[in-house]
């Protein structure tokens, strides 16, 4: 049975192909082994974002039905990520008091805002904004962030009773707890040993498991260890912040519009792997809606933002997964460890929980991968460093980093757009135009002008095209013959209709002729509605530039 192409809009859910019993036993087999990841990583990014543990998984359950059920990209591991709760938490930094109620309104409303930012663009088919945020800008962002969570995490990963900076200052082996450490330390060498044997193996549960015990049978809690400690037990209940004051929604605007963009960046990642792999079309905005839509129901139930995780995303491919039942049955292990599971997790260190962090960022630090871009860019190898830098000095201010990233990517493309290429031509003896000064080839004929922009004639690019050829009829006044090969131009504006017409009549005053070659069809009825193209003695159009350049030939043929 086919399912109506309307309700399949609506409810992406409805055109999941129908189950069999293989299809399901690999599913199954996919589901648990994120599962069990994202139990042990939902507590630990809660301590990140400094809410309650037992938010963490919250958010792990109802945002991933959400986003499965609605979302075209049916393999993403959504829930919590390092990112995401890092950029929440530091937001927040000196508006309220860690942990307290009024943290978590603020946590919660984060959630909801970006969430409804998200489905809004999604509706309104705003997806292609993820193209202004370029690879480098990205890339400089996540390193300084990773590098931020990293030292986030080392307090509680040694145990120290002091802050990590406090400590700098004033070291003193006597603020840390060896008991801590030892669980910390080794929790990460035991998740990358077995990440190296299998990265199938769901590697955080088992060392969550073996700690938990091992604390439980030497007393560490009673001797005064940090342990995660009793968490409430069942489902989560609706929770509806109270409203805020305007103070606290304005200061709440940049991280609700950073958040927003990072988290989904981060589902691009992973979709676009899920889809080149499935060799599917990704339907960014149906993404969009349906992770907002998670992010709203992770509020609702007193959390904190989610997004798509790309190590879950990417385990999830690597267990084979095929369909969303996948996510159904991670969404199922997560429900019973909500009601039965619960108690286990008491006597956890968080130091283990440190430990699960690093190891799950590690994979973001890569420290050689923005110098690699100096070969090809310097520019953008400059941007991404420069977003970097700032993300790390603005702490806990992050955002700061991203958007100065954006706008100097823009402003280099603007920057772009203002001073096209714009190159005098000559015919190379392959037979193609090239550039004259770079192959130092002669002029087509000597009293021609013959130039070619590789750009849009519009708004940006009409004065330097106006001015270059100011610039050349004024140092070479016996130029009576201007050629534009306008093949690159694939696009007119208004204000390029202008250029076009003023050039035109500057060749006239000189009693000179304009020769435009290879008009692209959108450009040559612009410009003939505006009627730029009147036939006449000083404008001459040819359909190629191989007609262009025979006709330009014989004007100073001998003979």
């Not at 003193?172 to 193996?201: E, K, T």
């Not at 560490?220 to 009793?230: K, L, S, W």
């Not at 000189?510 to 290879?518: A, P, Q």
Request: with cysteine.
């Amino acid at each position: 049975m086919t399912t109506h192409p309307g309700f399949a809009r609506w409810f992406p859910f409805l055109a999941w192909p129908r189950p069999d019993r293989e299809l399901l036993r690999g599913e199954f087999w996919a589901g648990m082994t994120v599962g069990l990841m994202l139990v042990p990583q939902g507590v630990a990014y809660a301590q990140l974002a400094g809410m309650p543990l037992i938010t963490g998984m919250y958010a792990s359950f109802i945002p991933m039905l959400v986003a499965v059920l609605w979302g075209s990209s049916v393999r993403l591991g959504v829930g919590p990520t390092a990112l995401t709760s890092l950029l929440t938490g530091a937001s927040l930094i000196g508006l309220a008091e860690l942990g307290s109620a009024h943290w978590v309104a603020l946590v919660v409303w984060i959630a909801i805002l970006s969430g409804l930012l998200q489905a809004t663009l999604g509706v309104v088919r705003f997806g292609w904004l993820l193209s202004l945020v370029t690879s480098p800008v990205l890339n400089g962002f996540t390193q300084a962030a990773a590098l931020l969570i990293l030292t986030s995490q080392l307090p509680s990963l040694l145990g120290l009773a002091t802050g990590w900076r406090a400590f700098l200052q004033q070291p003193s082996w006597q603020a840390l707890d060896w008991r801590a450490a030892a669980f910390g330390l080794a929790s990460i060498a035991l998740l990358w040993m077995m990440q190296r044997w299998r990265r199938s193996f769901p590697a955080a549960i088992v060392v969550i498991a073996l700690t938990a015990t091992a604390s439980w049978a030497t007393g560490f809690a009673a001797h005064g260890g940090a342990v995660i400690g009793a968490l409430p037990q069942g489902l989560p209940s609706l929770f509806l912040p109270g409203w805020l004051s305007w103070g606290d929604f304005s200061a709440l605007i940049m991280p609700v519009m950073v958040i927003t963009l990072v988290s989904f960046l981060e589902t691009a990642s992973s979709a676009k792997v899920d889809h080149g792999q499935g060799g599917t079309q990704w339907n960014e905005n149906q993404d969009l809606i349906a992770h907002g839509l998670a992010k709203v129901s992770s509020g609702l139930c007193g959390a904190f933002p989610t997004s798509a995780s790309f190590s879950r995303s990417a385990l999830n491919l690597y267990a084979g997964a095929q369909t969303g039942w996948a996510t159904l049955f991670a969404f199922a292990l997560v429900l019973a460890a909500l009601l039965w599971l619960v108690p286990l997790l008491h006597h956890v260190p968080q130091s283990v929980l440190a430990a699960v962090v690093i190891v799950a960022i590690k994979g973001l630090i890569k420290p050689m991968s923005m110098l690699r871009l100096w070969r090809l860019s310097r520019v953008e190898t400059v941007t991404g460093l420069l977003t970097f830098a700032i993300t790390l000095l603005s702490a806990p201010r992050m955002y700061w980093g991203v958007l100065i990233g954006l706008l100097v990517n823009l402003s280099h493309f603007l920057f772009q757009r203002l001073h096209p290429r714009i190159i005098e031509v000559g015919l190379h003896p392959d037979g193609t135009l090239r550039d004259r000064m770079l192959w130092n080839l002669p002029a087509l004929p000597a009293g021609v002008l013959a130039l070619r922009m590789d750009a849009a004639l519009d708004f940006a690019s009409a004065t330097a095209l106006e001015k270059r050829v100011a610039d050349e009829l004024a140092s070479r006044p016996q130029l009576r013959h201007l050629c534009l090969f306008a093949q690159p131009i694939n696009r007119i504006d208004v204000t390029g209709v202008e250029a076009f017409v003023r050039l035109l009549l500057l060749m006239q005053s000189r009693g000179g002729v304009l020769h435009v070659s290879g008009l692209k069809l959108p450009v040559q009825q612009t410009l003939e509605a505006a009627g730029a193209l009147k036939t006449n003695t000083h404008l001459l159009i040819y359909r190629t530039d191989a007609q262009a350049v025979a006709a330009l030939q014989k004007l100073y043929a001998p003979g």
